[in-house]
């Protein structure tokens, strides 16, 4: 073997580690792309599935059997969550008692989903804003992580009465 097929040899290995090595790196991002999407497309599911239960549950504890006209009727602003006897998501029967609420799904590859619920009185004006007194609007907030997930998911939702 001369010299010159000796580089060419040599010039062929380098070329061929280095497209090797640019394949597998971008196999790698694109791998590590699509588990991070279905990350967010499942924990997007899992907080809406929530928000859709919360959905179904009365405005208020006061609101279950009657209609109220006054806000004064409602729960405490410092009360909001689960009443004496609702020890489990079966014993919920309004919005408010999601506050504070977690839950955990472990979903094969993608590991533990891990959700938390918080529930507060908002501005009628700006939901965004949270009122220090008893409103006709509720903002939920929902927040979901996951090991794959860059950052925790945060769905809003707000109900009215």
């Given amino acids: 073997m001369g010299t ?3 580089i060419l040899l040599m010039g062929s290995l380098i070329l061929l580690v280095i497209l090797s090595i640019n394949f597998y790196s971008s196999y790698r991002s694109k791998s590590e792309i699509d588990i991070y999407n279905q990350a967010l497309i499942t924990g997007t599911g899992i907080g ?22 006054s806000t004064d009727s409602l729960t405490a602003v410092g ?7 609702e020890t489990s998501v079966t014993n919920y029967n309004d919005a408010d008692d999601y ?24 501005t009628k004006m700006n939901p965004d804003l949270n009122s220090l007194s008893k409103t006709f609007t509720k903002r939920i907030d929902v927040f979901v992580t996951n090991t794959y997930l860059q950052d925790t998911l945060k769905l809003k939702h707000v109900i009215t009465y």
């Fill in 4 to 6: 010159t097929q000796l």
């Fill in 99 to 122: 506050k504070n609420y977690v839950r955990y799904d472990t979903l094969g590859v993608l590991a533990i989903f891990k959700t938390w619920v918080d529930v507060k009185y908002a």
């Fill in 48 to 69: 809406q599935s929530i928000i859709n239960e919360i959905q179904t549950r009365a405005f208020d504890q006061k609101t279950i059997t009657k209609a109220i006209t």
């Fill in 79 to 85: 009360s909001l969550g689960p009443e004496s006897g």
